[in-house]
């Protein structure tokens, strides 16, 4: 695994005129990210062809996002295939490695959805790492597509001066490209409209903070960094017209497992009024799941709560609960902006003839 510098790694044109760098491509038969963690102080790419190393950065979180990781997923699937030089089947090593990718975060649904999408593939007579790499572009132009007709979609329900809460991070980086909630934010500001965020920083590792301020700054998007607990000051104070977030898996009730803290903000949403959006992709529901119960939700190191960074934030030896995620039950969020429309209630039968269409 090697490390890159800024001017190496990008090979992006800047979109639109905004500079931002690529959350993840393929280059001379490597995986390519920014490291997540690292940001807002450096912004430093990994490079690797081992798809070991690329399971690691998903667990770490220097690629994250639930759309992300999905990618992150298809590509190292693509380096275990050349790794086990698989041709016409998928065998018994590619089959363990690919059970080590499944492993790797359990929350969100795209790397399992994804690793299905592969399976399915025609492989007959062809070096499977070919035919995965090629649906693993496939997958990230696909994501970055989806993600531009979210913010499309999601243009009808910002109204021409608005304040939006959000909460985690769900920007290019989080998503292949041009982002989900944010990318509904972004194509906002880009039709004109005189939009302001209230960012959540998001405890405990501060997707908000870190990487929604950071790359709201990089658009030139107007925005005030707040605590966790300030959203409901910040709610009333600012008059927010709505709150949006991403997913990492929605059930086919619409109950939604998102950052922890997301299911807070719904209820503070409730209570003042203030319609509670989620934006999110296709490849992040779970025909599979018919509720919240259904999905698992991933603990984290307890060292993520007590420290920050190599700091210690709270006394040694201590118990500590670190759920990564909480779910959001269906009847909190107003709607569903997918790339195929917006989706309202009944969530049932709505979400139902999106995932059979
Ligand atoms: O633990 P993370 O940082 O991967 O959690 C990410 C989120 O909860 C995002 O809101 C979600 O994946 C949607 S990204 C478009």
New binding site residues.
């Given amino acids: 695994m090697t490390s890159l510098s800024y001017r190496e790694s990008q090979t992006n044109t800047p979109q639109d005129g905004y500079h931002l760098p690529d959350a993840i491509r393929w280059s001379n038969g490597k995986v390519v990210i920014i490291d997540q963690t690292r940001l807002p102080l450096d912004e430093e790419f990994l490079s690797s062809d081992n798809y070991r190393d690329v399971c690691e950065w998903i667990k770490s ?1 220097s690629i ?6 999905g990618i992150a997923a298809a590509y190292a699937a693509s380096l275990a295939a050349y790794e086990c030089d698989s041709t016409g089947a998928i065998d018994t090593k590619l089959e363990t490695a690919l059970q080590v990718i499944l492993a790797t ?1 359990p929350t ?1 649904v795209n790397i399992r959805n994804i690793i299905e999408r592969l399976r399915k593939l025609d492989v007959l007579g062809r070096s499977v790492g070919n035919v995965f790499l090629e649906e693993a572009d496939k997958i990230l132009k696909e994501e970055i597509e989806s993600c531009r007709k979210i913010g499309k979609f999601g243009l009808e329900l910002i109204p021409d001066r608005a304040v939006i809460l959000t ?4 920007g290019g980086l ?2 292949g490209g041009y ?3 944010l990318g509904m934010i972004r194509a906002a500001h880009e039709a004109g409209k005189d939009v302001m965020v209230l960012v959540d920083e998001t405890r405990p ?1 501060l ?1 908000g903070a870190r990487l929604t301020a950071w790359e709201l700054q990089k658009l030139g998007i107007e925005f005030r960094l707040i605590v966790d607990g300030a959203s409901g000051i910040a709610m009333r104070k600012f008059k927010a017209d709505l709150a949006v ?4 898996r929605i059930a086919t009730n619409g109950d939604t497992a ?2 922890i803290g ?1 299911y807070n903000l719904s209820v503070l949403c409730k209570e003042n009024g203030v319609p509670f959006y989620v934006a ?1 992709p296709s490849s ?1 529901f779970d025909s599979a799941a018919t509720s919240g119960d259904d999905i698992p939700i991933e603990e984290r190191n307890p060292d993520e709560v007590t420290h920050f960074r190599e700091c210690r934030s709270a006394p040694d030896n201590i118990s500590v609960y670190a759920p ?2 909480d779910v959001t039950p269906g009847e909190n969020v107003a709607a569903f902006v997918t790339e195929e429309g917006i989706i309202r209630k009944p969530y049932r039968a709505n979400i139902g003839t999106l995932l059979r269409d």
Avoid at 167 to 170: F, L, Q
Avoid at 245 to 248: E, F, L, Q, R
């Fill in positions: 979180l994250r996002g639930a759309p992300s990781i975060r969100a909460h985690c991070h769900t989080a998503t982002g989900t909630a590792l997707q977030v991403g997913a990492d998102n950052k997301t999110a992040s990564a995620f």
